[in-house]
């Protein structure tokens, strides 16, 4: 069976491919994250998702290792009005993109990527979130806790923001950071299974 490799150092990467029974070696891929002039957000989350595998096969490569491995790549981004939302700067900036998300809804975008010595494949999906007004003072409480601060868009819905968030139309999880489902698919593709471990009843 091919090995797989996590090129990314999120936590919440690591405990989805867990929880489908999947294990992985983490890498660490790290490439320059900067959008492209005039690059439209979806190109951009592929992009970078195909980036960070192809990073890490050449670092398996490079060490010998890439007979066999399957490196897996991601990148989520929050779209509102057209513009990509990152990680905050400070905490003006993370109140600015509280404020710009309190009351509306926006996108989110995730890609994932799997690339072998023989080829790179992506997915990409796109799920709607709607967050209810949020208040000044909510969102300087939120800011104290520390959980915007590497966090695209400035919020994690699996943690304290989940309050905020009124409607999700497509994949929690991949607005966690990986689509699973697609994951899943690609996986299969690439000959690795999901629920491994599992014993059948």
Not at 8 to 15: A, I, L, T, V, Y
Not at 36 to 62: S, T
Not at 171 to 186: I, K, M, N, Q, R
């Amino acid at each position: 069976m091919n090995s797989l490799y996590l090129a990314s150092g999120s936590p919440r990467r690591r405990e989805l491919l867990t929880q489908i029974g999947v294990p992985f070696a983490p890498l660490s891929a790290s490439i320059d994250e900067t959008p492209l002039p005039g690059e439209a957000p979806l190109a951009y989350v592929e992009r970078l998702a195909r980036g960070k595998a192809q990073a890490g096969l050449a670092q398996l490569r490079a060490n010998g290792m890439a007979a066999g491995a399957v490196v897996l790549g991601a990148d989520t981004a929050v779209v509102l009005d057209g513009r990509i939302l990152g990680k905050p700067l400070d905490q003006a900036d993370a109140l600015a993109m509280l404020v710009a998300l309190s009351g509306r809804e926006h996108q989110v975008l995730t890609a994932v990527a799997l690339a072998d010595e023989q080829r790179c494949e992506v997915r990409s999906v796109t799920s709607h979130v709607r967050f209810r007004p949020i208040s000044a003072q909510q969102a300087h409480a939120y800011w104290a806790s520390g959980e915007p601060c590497d966090k695209a868009g400035s919020y994690a819905i699996q943690g304290l923001a989940a309050i905020f968030v009124e409607s999700l139309a497509g994949s929690y999880s991949a607005v966690v950071g990986l689509p699973l489902c697609e994951t899943a698919d690609l996986l299969g593709h690439f000959g690795i299974p999901c629920w491994q471990g599992q014993q059948a009843h």
